[in-house]
Nanobody, 127 residues
Framework: QVQVVESGGGLVQAGGSLRLSCTTSGLTDYNHAMGWFRQAPGKEREGVSCISRGGSRIYYADSVKERFTISRDNAKNTLYLQMNSLKPEDTAMYYC????????????????????WGQGTQVTVSS
């Protein structure tokens, strides 16, 4: 049984930092690309970042470029999202997802490409 579990969310002031983690079990991480999505109240879920199976390709949403950094440790089956210079508009539930399709520039942010999802971790940025 595949499990995807996010952690690290919380309340932070604008300009602060948080690091999200995502641990997986029941799947071989090196065969899966991993992504982060987020969903703010009243809005659709949107892609934040994706890292390819080997880590050679990384994509970010324009809204988080140069502030967020995705990384993975396949030995620990763990995905990370380092979030710096946080803004109130980053407030959302953040979800980790795994895909067997890998990350590509034209499709990485489509939810349909991801097979496994976590339950999410809340990030709240106060102004």
């Amino acid at each position: 049984q595949v499990q995807v579990v996010e952690s690290g969310g919380g309340l932070v002031q604008a300009g602060g930092s948080l690091r999200l983690s995502c641990t997986t079990s029941g799947l071989t991480d090196y065969n899966h690309a991993m992504g982060w999505f987020r969903q703010a109240p009243g809005k659709e879920r949107e892609g934040v970042s994706c890292i390819s199976r080997g880590g050679s390709r990384i994509y970010y949403a324009d809204s988080v470029k140069e502030r967020f950094t995705i990384s993975r440790d396949n030995a620990k089956n763990t995905l990370y999202l380092q979030m710096n210079s946080l803004k109130p508009e980053d407030t959302a539930m953040y979800y980790c997802a795994a895909t067997t399709y890998d990350c590509y520039s034209g499709s990485w942010s489509s939810m349909d490409n991801y097979n496994y999802w976590g339950q999410g971790t809340q990030v709240t940025v106060s102004s």
